[in-house]
């Protein structure tokens, strides 16, 4: 089968985090099926560029993985520039597809939001060539802009895209999202007549087991803070942006500070818009906080199971009710160490496998609670907590999740049969 993958944020993993289509490809070729990424040459939250020229596209093999750059312009943070070439990536996308298209016609598409644009364009590409599109929803956007940005679902510019977002998901030949409750967000919104939901599917984020196993075994780093065996070692890894919503956890180390508890010790590893405000206040603050800043993907597995407990950190918000696919969650299961989260999900994956503490915590002296009560949990339950990680990582393997992508690309296939 010859797949074509598109997606504005494809990025490859020497590159950067947003990995699950290389993961999905290395395991589809394995399975016999060519399979060719179409992404923007500008490497999302990096300073790179592929193109420095006016080539429309440069194809590259990276990690083993067939990569089509798309000439896009450069951007940083979330302005106009960006703006544009959220606008600008889809027309040249299409005149690189279809120049590929005259070579070999791929059996299906699979493209991938939160850039509605470029899914749109791939899936007229798709009904004008009469080729089966899988649309698949990483991101409820522009619900998340709604959430996260506190704009009102009445903005004409809002408006407009929850249109565009509803004709994608009525014309796509099947439906992927990334968090179980698809389904319902489609009902929520009063779609579901115009919309058929038995095309809705769903296959969350993952994690390559042999890739973080091998990994942590072969790169390891020295940090004094992470082999100290005398702290209860809480780890965050990720994003450091608003909606990380670190600030409460700072506070909740300032908390600990006044309780004179000094057994906790909680590492952040990352970089984002809000870490240097937040280190400079710890340090001020002078609590058992500290922030490592970003690290190569590579030494996320060794970093993982040094932690004794590894914490998923969010603002609260409405759409903690239709799942998580958050990329660390399944990491941190891999690691074989507890999960510890701030935010009650629907679709609970961390009170499902019973592989931490999954709780809404509204202030520091709650957060500062379930720290104490982590550190304090008795030997026979920590170990379960871990086993069970470990055995919630395995079910969400890549090498498990692309036959449940095969599934949904043949369906698409077979709905386009004569």
């Known amino acids: ?22 993961y999905f490809s290395k395991y589809l070729q394995k399975k016999g099926h060519n399979v060719k990424i179409f992404t923007s040459s500008k490497i999302h939250n990096t300073d790179i560029n592929m193109i420095k020229d006016r080539s429309l596209y440069k194809e590259e093999i990276e ?67 009469k080729i089966p599109v899988v649309v698949e929803v990483r ?20 408006q407009v895209l929850y249109q565009l977002e509803k004709w994608i998901y009525k014309k796509a030949d099947q439906l992927i999202f990334t968090m179980e409750g698809g389904k319902d967000y489609i ?33 390891q780093i020295t940090d004094r803070d992470l082999e100290d065996d005398n702290y209860f070692k809480v780890l965050y890894m990720g994003s450091i942006r608003m909606v990380n919503n670190l600030r409460l956890l700072l506070k909740a180390a300032e908390e600990l500070k006044r309780r004179k508890i000094s057994n906790i010790k909680i590492l952040v590893y990352g970089d984002g818009t809000e870490k ?6 710890a340090e001020k603050l002078d609590v058992n906080m500290y922030f490592k800043g970003r690290v190569k993907k590579k030494y996320i597995p060794y ?46 994956l961390i009170d499902r496998y019973k592989c931490g503490i999954s709780r809404e915590i509204h202030s520091e002296q709650e ?18 907590m871990c086993e069970n990680s470990r055995k919630a990582g395995e079910e969400y393997d890549y ?4 036959d449940k992508i095969l599934e949904v690309i043949e369906k698409a296939m077979k709905s386009k049969r004569p």
């Not at 090498?399 to 692309?402: N, P, Q």
């Open 1 to 22: 089968m010859n797949i074509w993958i598109v997606n504005h944020y494809a990025i490859p993993p020497n590159m950067g985090g947003l990995v699950r289509h290389y």
């Open 139 to 158: 991101d409820l956007w522009p619900e998340s802009i709604v959430e996260y940005n506190r704009m009102s679902r009445k903005n004409p510019i809002i």
């Open 303 to 348: 970093i993982l199971t040094k932690a004794d407990v590894n914490l998923i950190n969010l603002q609260n918000s409405n759409l903690e009710k239709y799942g998580c696919s958050w990329n660390k969650l399944f990491e941190y299961m891999a690691s074989g160490k507890p999960v510890a989260s701030n935010v009650k999900m629907g679709y609970d």
């Open 187 to 219: 009902c929520d919104k009063g779609w579901e007549k115009e919309i058929n939901l038995s095309k809705v599917n769903h296959v969350n984020n993952g994690v390559d087991l042999e890739e973080f196993d091998e990994n942590q075994k072969i790169y």
């Open 276 to 281: 240097e405000a937040l280190q400079k206040e």
């Open 63 to 129: 990690d083993g993985v067939e990569y089509t750059f798309v000439k896009s312009r450069d951007y940083k943070g979330n302005g106009m520039d960006r703006v544009i070439n959220m606008m600008d990536l889809p027309f040249k996308t299409w005149k690189a597809m279809k120049l590929f298209y005259e070579r070999q016609k791929p059996d299906v598409i699979y493209t991938s939001s939160p850039d509605l644009f470029v899914a749109f364009f791939a899936l007229r590409f798709g009904r004008k060539y």
């Open 399 to 402: 090498s498990v999740l692309t």
């Open 367 to 384: 957060y500062a609670d379930l720290l104490v009560e982590l550190s304090s949990m008795d030997r026979e339950n920590y170990i379960r």
